[in-house]
Each structure stands twice: as structure tokens, then as C-alpha cells.
């Protein structure tokens, strides 16, 4: 049963668990029920959200013992309270929850992965609605970000897409906020319009681990790679901005060539953000056309080896990085 279908009516629990690492699409849900139970219960008179984290156990009782004012149910939201070890909570909820009545509803939100060794863990996974929200794998995050593009009446070409998602990763937050800038400046995204308005796409930390393959220091890339991941950053994020940077120091070495040396000039030639190219041009001087090239086919070994379940995204973009500080 999903959150969008259910009408508080129509399942045996009033129970509903709700949390995973995925905080974004979890706070979404929880949104979604509390709008959705204002809908139906002549708005937020018997609607309460509790502090998980100072929350003391007489004043939940109170609220989920009360009975609804002039509406079937009541709701009462309990936030955090796994996560912030509210001891006195964590005990109590195992022997509160069964003993609540129909007319309450109570929703146990937390916005992380839990102690799977607590018992009212375990009594909620089996006696609970339960909603769990894991990190978006790479396709499903495709997915997500084109549907949410088309929720909010815009379009996006899905070159833009993967220089967007390469930008924020799976952060859901920034993902958001950015399709928000780009379909205020124009609604058909493309490729163009992110380079020009997310010049956050690369970091300097990213540039880091350039620097390191390019100066065959494998030590330091595969640290600096430790290090972003570390910070959150994706593997698939980093694979396509690594691969784009690629692409964009090939672009400034054959405008180099046509004797176009300016950065400003190149950016424009090459249609790439002059932030990149100004942070590329040092890395074009350390090597060559053909070093660039031959190292641009590594990438697609690697891809085509991750899209045919040769093996997983870590292990290739481990295994890419020191191809690329031995080529």
C-alpha cells in the first residue's frame, strides 16, 4: 500500500513507521500524511508533532490516549526520538503502541537508519505500516529527477540531467533546489543551462583527484577518492563528472591547437563554464591530446563493464582511478 492510496481507514494497524537515510523522500511521506489527515479530519485541531528528542513519556501517553475532538482520529507524530536515544521513549513505545486506540493515529518518523537491535524496532517493522526510504540507486535516481522535473511543468535533456545529477549526487535537497533555479531561468532544461547556472558542478576537491591521476600519484587519488566519499558524493556522480572533465581538457587542448588560447575564448568555443575551463587549463599542460584521449577510452571500459554487471560502480571507479595513474 503506498502513502498516496491509503485513507487511514483502510489497513489493520494505526500505526505507521516511517524513516530511512533518504530524509528528503522521507519527509516528503511525512508531509503527505499529515496534509492528508488535515484533509480528512477537519483540519490540525487534533493533529500534534511531538519532539522525539525531549519528548517525556507521560506527555506522549496523554496525546496518544486523548480522544479526537469532533473527528474519527487524531494524529500525533513522534520525531526522532530512536535517533536522539530517548531512552525513557525507547522503552516506552513497545508497551504504549499495542495499547493505543482506534481513534489515534501515531506516526514514528525518524529521519535515519535505526538500531535494528531495539525492540520496538523490531515490533514496528512487524506491527507497523512501514515506509523505509534507502539512498536512490543511479537509475532509480534518473528516474526520480525526470519525473520530478515534469511534476514542476518543465522538461529536461538528459545529457542536462547527468551533468545535473553529477552536480548534487544523490543530495535530493540540492538536486531540488537546482531544478527550481534552472526552470525559473528557462523550463526547457538542457545541457547549456546547467553549465551556466550550477557552476558548483565541479569542486575543488574533484579537481584534486584530477590533479593526483594526472601526476600518476595513485596514492594520493585514491585518498582524495576516500575523501568525497567520504563527503557524501556518489560513486555514478563522480564517474560522469570525472568523465566530463575529461571531455572538457580535450576540448581545450584541440582549441589550443586551432590557436584559441584564451579561456574566456575557449569556454565559448567549446560551450563548457569558464570556471572549468580556467581550473582545466593547468592539467592540458601537463599532458597531451593523445594522453587525454587514450585515457578518455578507459572510462568507456569501465562503463560498459558496470553496465553489463561485470562488476559494481565502486570497484570500477577504484579500478579506473589507477588505470588512469598508470596510463
Known amino acids: 500500500m503506498t502513502l498516496q492510496t491509503f485513507d487511514f481507514t483502510d489497513f489493520m494497524t494505526n500505526i505507521i513507521f516511517v524513516y530511512g537515510t533518504d530524509s528528503y523522500r522521507s519527509g516528503e511521506a511525512l508531509r503527505e500524511i499529515i496534509v492528508r489527515y488535515k484533509d480528512k479530519n477537519n483540519g490540525d485541531m487534533?493533529?500534534?508533532?511531538?519532539?522525539?528528542?525531549?519528548?517525556?513519556?507521560?506527555?506522549?501517553?496523554?496525546?496518544?490516549?486523548?480522544?479526537?475532538?469532533c473527528a474519527?482520529?487524531?494524529?500525533?507524530?513522534?520525531?526522532?526520538?530512536?535517533e536522539s536515544n530517548n531512552k525513557n521513549i525507547i522503552d516506552l513505545l513497545p508497551d504504549l503502541l499495542p495499547t493505543i486506540p482506534d481513534?489515534?493515529?501515531?506516526?514514528?518518523?525518524?529521519?535515519?537508519?535505526?538500531?535494528?537491535?531495539?525492540?520496538?524496532?523490531?515490533?514496528?517493522?512487524?506491527?507497523?505500516?512501514v515506509k523505509h526510504f534507502k539512498p536512490l540507486t543511479p537509475l532509480a535516481l534518473r528516474r526520480w529527477c525526470d519525473d520530478h522535473v515534469a511534476t514542476r511543468s518543465a522538461t529536461i535533456t538528459p545529457d542536462a540531467r547527468d551533468q545535473l545529477l553529477a552536480t548534487t549526487g544523490p543530495d535530493l535537497y540540492r538536486l531540488t533546489n537546482a531544478i527550481e533555479t534552472l526552470r525559473a531561468y528557462n523550463p526547457s532544461i538542457t545541457k547549456e543551462t546547467v553549465s551556466l547556472l550550477v557552476p558548483s558542478a565541479v569542486s575543488s576537491?574533484?579537481?584534486?583527484?584530477?590533479?593526483s591521476?594526472?601526476?600518476?600519484?595513485?596514492?594520493?587519488a585514491l585518498s582524495v577518492l576516500d575523501t568525497l566519499r567520504l563527503q557524501g558524493e556518489n560513486t555514478f556522480g563522480l564517474f560522469a563528472l570525472l568523465a566530463g572533465t575529461y571531455r572538457t581538457c580535450i576540448g581545450i587542448a584541440l582549441a589550443h591547437n586551432a590557436g584559441i588560447t584564451q579561456p574566456f575564448a575557449i569556454?565559448?568555443?567549446?560551450?563548457?563554464?569558464?570556471?572549468?575551463?580556467?581550473?582545466?587549463?593547468?592539467?592540458?599542460?601537463?599532458?597531451?591530446?593523445?594522453?587525454?584521449?587514450?585515457?578518455?577510452?578507459?572510462?568507456?571500459?569501465?562503463?560498459?563493464?558496470?553496465?553489463?554487471?561485470?562488476?559494481?560502480?565502486?570497484?570500477?571507479?577504484?579500478?579506473?582511478?589507477?588505470?588512469?595513474?598508470?596510463?
Not at 205 to 211: E, S, Y
Not at 213 to 220: D, G, I, P, Y
Open 46 to 69: 487534533n493533529c500534534v508533532v511531538l519532539d522525539g528528542a525531549s519528548l517525556a513519556p507521560q506527555v506522549l501517553e496523554h496525546h496518544c490516549m486523548s480522544i479526537p475532538f
Open 72 to 82: 474519527p482520529k487524531r494524529l500525533v507524530v513522534v520525531m526522532g526520538a530512536l
Open 103 to 129: 481513534t489515534t493515529l501515531c506516526v514514528i518518523y525518524e529521519p535515519n537508519d535505526c538500531d535494528k537491535r531495539l525492540t520496538v524496532y523490531k515490533m514496528l517493522l512487524q506491527s507497523a505500516l
Open 205 to 211: 576537491v574533484v579537481f584534486d583527484l584530477i590533479d
Open 213 to 220: 591521476v594526472v601526476a600518476h600519484n595513485q596514492q594520493k
Open 267 to 327: 569556454a565559448k568555443t567549446i560551450k563548457a563554464h569558464p570556471f572549468v575551463v580556467s581550473k582545466s587549463l593547468g592539467f592540458v599542460k601537463k599532458t597531451s591530446l593523445t594522453h587525454l584521449v587514450r585515457s578518455l577510452r578507459l572510462f568507456t571500459h569501465y562503463d560498459s563493464a558496470i553496465k553489463h554487471g561485470i562488476m559494481d560502480e565502486v570497484t570500477a571507479f577504484d579500478m579506473l582511478v589507477v588505470a588512469l595513474c598508470k596510463t
